[in-house]
């Protein structure tokens, strides 16, 4: 035991070592104090475009030689983990359904049209559970020949010991030629490397390991709390290096109004729309975004005080971890132990609470959607009937953009308002505007 406690710190430490490296260059960030990173001094033409305002654009992703050591044991999965941890392991094994998926495309037909040209027209859907991750990537029709091996980071940790092994060779690997490799699905190894056990990230107490493992988010927040982080490894909105095909986060590190100017920067393209011509960026998931600098994190909670339970006693004065992934909409219990301490009035008024907030940014974004859509509609209309100069139609397609990108930033965030309220009413509010605007120059 002392043995393996003296392996933890060691590997522990390395890491820290590693991270100190690697920040070298990009500072550090708080949770909810974005600092601007540290660099070599911008060359004058960095400083002349100077787009993101960090005196020229900051790498924003790891270096291979800086990718954090990690175990290279096999990982253990969670069957390894049965007999010495019985109920966070047989609660973990629940994390997997049958049902079918919503069907955005079908319940959203404006999707169609917003995302017309990129992959998500083959197939968009509502997330299903951790268990179904792998085999889910792996038999998406989103997914072609043409993908790289990355689309895995967020799916298993086999990726992640791939990578660690070998960074540029991983990245430059294609989707098919690795699929086979992957094989564990979202596992124990994901938050706890092979130590289960209370967090040195989180709130716990006797060793193990419960944050990040995955060197792309390392970079910009290490300073985010454990258990956050073991949940925002993957929930955020990251884009891939169009060289490499690294899995990299901007440095905004969580502003969605520095990410796209970063993204511009860079003049990143994910697909380009067939009916208006614009050049698109698809946002991914921004869960742990929003929930940065959301009232919630400003109050101390974590994801985890929110999607699992935690009122097993562990017979020695503390708690046991349920390892079922739900929601306070799902499950009393977290409203009672999690929300109840703020929120008084009774159950029934926190289900109210949550629905109200859901309902007010869920109508909101579909009549932006709708809305959206049909600029796109009348744009690629004016275009074919050739009533638009050359330079209007760039102005338009930048506009286009814009809106499309602080839509998505709303849309694809899985909380539907929960997550960060005032945020997604003032990010609802800057697409409009910029609708406006595009509406406006298109009737004029
Ligand atoms: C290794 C990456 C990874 C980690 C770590 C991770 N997730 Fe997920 N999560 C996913 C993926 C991928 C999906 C969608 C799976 C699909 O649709 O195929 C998902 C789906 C979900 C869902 C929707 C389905 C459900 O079970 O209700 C919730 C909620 C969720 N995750 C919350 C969390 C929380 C909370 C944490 C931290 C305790 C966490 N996730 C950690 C990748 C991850
Ligand atoms: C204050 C509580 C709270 C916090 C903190 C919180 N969530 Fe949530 N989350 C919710 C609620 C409520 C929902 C909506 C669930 C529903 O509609 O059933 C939700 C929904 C989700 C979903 C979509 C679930 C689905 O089935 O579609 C994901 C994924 C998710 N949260 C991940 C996270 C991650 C990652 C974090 C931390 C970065 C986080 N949440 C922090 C309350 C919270
Ligand atoms: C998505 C992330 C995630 C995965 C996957 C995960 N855990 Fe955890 N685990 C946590 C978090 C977060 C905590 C609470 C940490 C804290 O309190 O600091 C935790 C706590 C624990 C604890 C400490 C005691 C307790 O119940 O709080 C044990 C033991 C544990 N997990 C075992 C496992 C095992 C075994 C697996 C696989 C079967 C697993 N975990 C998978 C995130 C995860
Ligand atoms: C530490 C205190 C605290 C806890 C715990 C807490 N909240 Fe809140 N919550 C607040 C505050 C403060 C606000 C801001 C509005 C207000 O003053 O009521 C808020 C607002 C909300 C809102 C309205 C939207 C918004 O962001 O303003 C929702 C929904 C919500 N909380 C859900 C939850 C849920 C679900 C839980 C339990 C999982 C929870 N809260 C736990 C403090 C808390």
Known sequence: MQQRIIVILLTTMGGILALIIGVVAFSALTDDQPQQPQQAAPSATEQQEDPVGMGGLPSPSMQP????????????????????????TESFLKNRNTEPKKDYLELYPFLNTIFAGSRFENAYYSPLPHENAVDNVKTTPRLTDEHPASCFSCKTPDYVVMEARDPVGTWSRGFHEVADQMTNTITCYDCHRNEPGRGIGGEGLDGGFTGSIRS????WYEDTRGSTASCAQCHNEYYFDQQTWQVSLAPGPTDPEIIFAYYNALGLVDH???NTGTEQVKVQHPEYQHFAGSIH?????TCVDCHMVRS????QGGFLTNHT??????SREIRDTACAPCHGGGDEAILQLISDTQASSRSRTLALGERLADFQIA???AQDADQLSESRIEVLRGLEREAVWFFDWVFSENGNGVHNYEGNHRWMQRAEEVLDQAEQLLSE
């Open 216 to 219: 792309h988010f390392s970079v």
């Open 312 to 315: 097993t006693s562990d017979g």
């Open 379 to 381: 744009f690629a209309a």
């Open 297 to 301: 994190q400003q109050e101390g909670m």
């Open 272 to 274: 380009v729309n067939p």
């Open 325 to 330: 992934i739900t929601s306070p909409s799902q």
């Open 65 to 88: 030689d800086q990718i954090r050591p990690i175990d290279y044991d096999p990982i253990l999965n969670a069957t390894y983990w049965l007999e010495d941890f019985p109920y966070q």
